[in-house]
């Protein structure tokens, strides 16, 4: 499973920014994808998740009402809109694909086996 993550920048606060994830190696429709974010300060936390179809979302209560998570099935990608970023924002952000298909979405990072990358979001000032 290879999972590439972009979108990643300098954003002054209140802009925004919008990360991709490109996935291959799995039947990609057929799994839940999550977002997290990672600091030295909270380590790495859950943000966001969507289910398999698209049709369910959820989200930490830090990112309510600002990030939006989507995914187009047939480009095998997931997406996370980021709106009226805060300093706090800032992070290492990574997409996830958890170990079994289908099913609850999940917002355990223990419960995802595949991780891309990282993408650096730094919200200025």
């Known amino acids: 499973v290879q999972l590439q993550a972009s979108g990643g920048g300098l954003v002054q606060a209140g802009g925004s920014l919008r990360l991709s994830c490109a996935a291959s190696?799995?039947?990609?429709?057929?799994?839940?994808m999550g977002w997290f974010r990672q600091t030295p300060e909270k380590g790495r936390e859950f943000v966001a998740a969507i289910n398999w179809s698209g049709s369910d979302t959820a989200y930490a209560d830090s990112v309510k009402g600002r990030f939006t998570i989507s995914r187009h099935n047939a480009k095998n990608t997931v997406y996370l809109q980021m709106n009226s970023l805060k300093l706090e924002d800032t992070a290492v952000y990574y997409c996830?694909?958890?170990?079994?298909?289908?099913?609850?979405?999940?917002?355990?990072?223990?419960?995802?086996?595949?991780w891309g990358q990282g993408t650096l979001v730094t919200v200025s000032s």
């Open positions: 996830a694909l958890p170990r079994y298909m289908f099913g609850r979405i999940r917002t355990s990072r223990d419960e995802y086996a595949y």
């Open positions: 190696g799995r039947t990609f429709s057929n799994y839940n």
